[in-house]
């Protein structure tokens, strides 16, 4: 959904959603009608007969609407995989990006690997008394460890060492 520049609200509908909603819309006709056709069976109800051409082309056409509408189906099903799949990649490769950035950083900075541990820990949001749980030391270990941390990076809190990543990835698009 998008607002123009008159204050009108507009919907941006893919083509594929658009594709997707007919499929559906015949697939679900054609079982209506196969389903239909059985309930009038079954509970004996009056219908006005048609002529016997006329009822097996809709038969026919029904049938041809559900075996489309599965090949479309299976169609669009290998396509949201194969989507799916490039996404993963893609996140893979920023997450991948994401650690080279940090060893990068931590590297510049001569972390030493407990305060790398300490620095990671940290950046991934946990308090400095879940770090001294997940380390086995005291939290007054950690404290001097993030200290050392934000004075080799020039910063001084978790918020601005977080933030010198965030600004190295928004430098520009993730390299395969």
């Known amino acids: 959904m998008a607002t123009t520049t008159e204050g009108r609200v507009t919907f941006s509908v893919s083509r594929r959603t658009v594709v997707f909603s ?11 009608f196969f389903v239909s056709e059985i309930l009038v069976t079954l509970l004996g109800l009056p219908i006005a007969p048609i002529s016997w051409q006329v009822h097996e082309l ?3 056409a029904a049938a041809l609407g559900l075996i489309i509408g599965v090949g479309v189906g299976a169609y669009m099903l290998r396509a949201a995989v194969r989507r799916s799949e490039h996404v993963e990649s893609q996140l893979r490769a920023a997450s991948g990006a994401f650690m080279e950035l940090l060893e990068d950083k931590f590297t510049l900075w001569g972390l030493t690997p407990a305060e790398r541990d300490v620095a990671l ?36 809190g978790r918020p601005q060492l977080l933030s010198l990543f965030i600004d190295d990835l928004m430098e520009g698009p993730l390299q395969h």
């Open 22 to 32: 007919i499929v559906l819309l015949v697939q679900a006709l054609c079982a209506v």
């Open 58 to 60: 809709i038969e026919i």
């Open 121 to 156: 820990f940290s950046i991934k949001g946990f308090s400095t008394q879940d770090i001294a749980a997940l380390r086995e030391t005291s939290e007054g270990t950690v404290k001097a460890q993030t200290n050392a941390i934000y004075r080799k990076a020039g910063v001084s």
